[in-house]
Nanobody
Framework: QVQLVESGGGLVQAGGSLRLSCVAP????????MGWFRQAPGTEREFVAA??????YYAESVLGRFTISRDIARNTLYLQMNTLKREDTAVYYC?????????????????WGQGTQVTVSS
């Protein structure tokens, strides 16, 4: 079992920035493809960004505004979110052990964090 702990969510005005962090205490995840998903009320969880040895991937809705990165020495995954919009409001989840299949992400064996709330006000 991999425990993932997110932080960095909060309330921000539209156009502002936030940086989310995800730590796996006592566990190295350098071999995993890691990512961020989000879920707004009444919607399904959706892919936001991922990072692996093959590179980085982004949902079209966040391309150019969000940046995913990781510090392997600190076992920490980041999501820098700039130029936030109201439609970015959601609970953001860290995910480990993503698998890319065809043009979708297989989450059947993913480890999830507990989520962190991001609220963007107008």
């Amino acid at each position: 079992q991999v425990q993932l702990v997110e932080s960095g969510g909060g309330l921000v005005q539209a156009g502002g920035s936030l940086r989310l962090s995800c730590v796996a205490p006592g566990r190295t995840f350098s071999t995993y493809t890691m990512g961020w998903f989000r879920q707004a009320p009444g919607t399904e969880r959706e892919f936001v960004a991922a990072i692996g040895w093959s590179g980085t991937y982004y949902a079209e809705s966040v391309l150019g505004r969000f940046t995913i990165s990781r510090d392997i020495a600190r076992n920490t995954l980041y999501l820098q979110m700039n130029t936030l919009k109201r439609e970015d409001t959601a609970v953001y989840y860290c995910a480990a052990n993503l698998v890319r299949t065809a043009n979708r992400w297989d989450v059947s064996d993913v480890y999830w964090g507990q989520g962190t709330q991001v609220t963007v006000s107008s």
